[in-house]
């Protein structure tokens, strides 16, 4: 569902300055995934960037050597190593990859995907990377729901859903409120929405920046638990989280098991049917994206 921000910009850059080959596969996704690594590498170093896509053209016909080729997405591999091959640097893979995390020097995988052990060229992230800036203004009297939709782990009801926006918006008179949904969303559930004291923004007429600046601003986020990227964009936003139960098609899926162990260390919960809806404090500041690019220049001291 995430809103991308603007493309990175290399103004003020060094000409000399290290060049950060970003493989992007066209999928806002992984590409987002991508740009957060290089905005935070971007500011602990005067970094440049070039973005390309997956064609071995565009490879072929650079003549400025890369510093470090980070991508996300199975559809990356080839080119990210065929990248870090000829220029002799360091691969850097987002997400847990298609081939032997061996061939990459770097992977950031999240810890729902892995199992028990891991390697050495292996990061565990607590969800996915997102590019929720680290620091924002002071938290404002605002509350903030995002809405996903059916999908391969969970289904979709409206009535329940609508049952627990309206208990929330009249627990929380104190705070305005904003929704926004996604692709994934029926068309039918903002038929509804008319009647709830909220203001209502479709996903897909928002501005670029309203989400990040949307998440910043909430004191308290709600998401369905069928989006893992915007439960982990609300508590990079460093928010107060409250999940929205959706119908789960398994108890075993990784989503559901990523969103249980959530619940489990305290970073979000469920509402209460029996008790008002109380939020939990987040047992820590999360910010992956700033922890990564740290991550990448302590393994490649070179870079900086």
Same mark, same amino acid.
């Given at each position: 569902?995430?809103?991308?921000?603007? #493309?990175?910009?290399?103004?003020?850059?060094? !000409?000399?300055? $290290?060049?950060?080959?970003?493989?992007?596969?066209?999928?806002?996704?992984?590409?987002?995934?991508?740009?957060?690594?290089?905005?935070?590498?971007?500011?602990?170093?005067?970094?440049?960037?070039?973005?390309?896509?997956?064609?071995?053209?565009?490879?072929?016909?650079?003549?400025?050597?890369?510093?470090?080729?980070?991508?996300?997405?199975?559809?990356?591999?080839?080119?990210?190593?065929?990248? #870090?091959?000829?220029?002799?640097?360091?691969?850097?893979?987002? +997400?847990? !990859?298609?081939?032997?995390?061996?061939?990459?020097?770097?992977?950031?995988?999240?810890?729902?995907?892995?199992? =028990?052990?891991?390697?050495?060229?292996?990061?565990?992230?607590?969800? +996915?990377?997102?590019?929720?800036? #680290?620091?924002?203004?002071?938290?404002?009297?605002?509350?903030?729901?995002?809405?996903?939709?059916?999908?391969?782990?969970?289904?979709?009801?409206?009535?329940?859903?609508?049952?627990?926006?309206?208990?929330?918006?009249?627990? =929380?008179?104190?705070?305005?409120?904003?929704?926004?949904?996604?692709?994934?969303?029926?068309?039918?559930?903002?038929?509804?929405?008319?009647?709830?004291?909220?203001?209502?923004?479709?996903?897909?007429?928002?501005?670029?920046?309203?989400?990040?600046?949307?998440?910043?601003?909430?004191?308290?986020?709600?998401?369905?638990?069928?989006?893992?990227?915007?439960?982990?964009?609300?508590?990079?936003?460093?928010?107060?989280?409250?999940?929205?139960?959706?119908?789960?098609?398994?108890?075993?899926?990784?989503?559901? =098991?990523?969103?249980?162990?959530?619940?489990?260390?305290?970073?979000?919960?469920?509402?209460?049917?029996?008790?008002?809806?109380?939020?939990?404090?987040? $047992?820590?500041?999360?910010?992956?994206?700033?922890?990564?690019?740290?991550?990448?220049?302590?393994?490649? $001291?070179?870079?900086?």
């Amino acid at each position: 569902m995430s809103n991308s921000l603007p #493309a990175i910009e290399n103004s003020g850059s060094c !000409p000399e300055a $290290p060049l950060l080959w970003l493989v992007t596969d066209g999928k806002t996704g992984h590409d987002n995934q991508t740009r957060a690594l290089a905005e935070n590498l971007q500011a602990l170093a005067p970094f440049r960037t070039h973005e390309a896509g997956i064609s071995m053209d565009g490879l072929l016909q650079n003549e400025e050597r890369a510093s470090l080729v980070i991508g996300t997405g199975h559809r990356t591999h080839l080119a990210l190593l065929a990248a #870090a091959r000829r220029f002799n640097c360091p691969s850097v893979v987002i +997400m847990k !990859p298609t081939i032997p995390t061996a061939f990459f020097d770097l992977c950031f995988i999240p810890e729902h995907d892995l199992g =028990r052990a891991t390697d050495y060229n292996v990061v565990p992230t607590k969800g +996915m990377l997102n590019r929720v800036p #680290a620091e924002g203004p002071p938290k404002q009297e605002r509350g903030l729901i995002l809405v996903g939709g059916p999908s391969r782990h969970h289904e979709f009801e409206e009535e329940p859903l609508i049952a627990i926006i309206r208990r929330i918006l009249a627990d =929380r008179p104190g705070l305005s409120w904003d929704l926004t949904d996604s692709r994934r969303t029926p068309k039918e559930f903002r038929q509804d929405l008319g009647k709830l004291p909220l203001q209502f923004h479709p996903s897909d007429e928002c501005p670029d920046d309203w989400l990040p600046g949307a998440l910043l601003a909430a004191r308290e986020i709600w998401v369905t638990e069928d989006s893992m990227s915007m439960i982990y964009e609300a508590l990079t936003a460093q928010a107060r989280v409250g999940l929205l139960p959706m119908p789960r098609k398994s108890k075993r899926s990784r989503v559901a =098991r990523s969103v249980d162990r959530l619940i489990e260390e305290g970073w979000t919960c469920f509402p209460d049917p029996k008790a008002p809806y109380a939020l939990p404090t987040p $047992p820590a500041i999360l910010h992956e994206a700033s922890r990564c690019a740290r991550e990448v220049l302590q393994r490649f $001291p070179a870079l900086a």
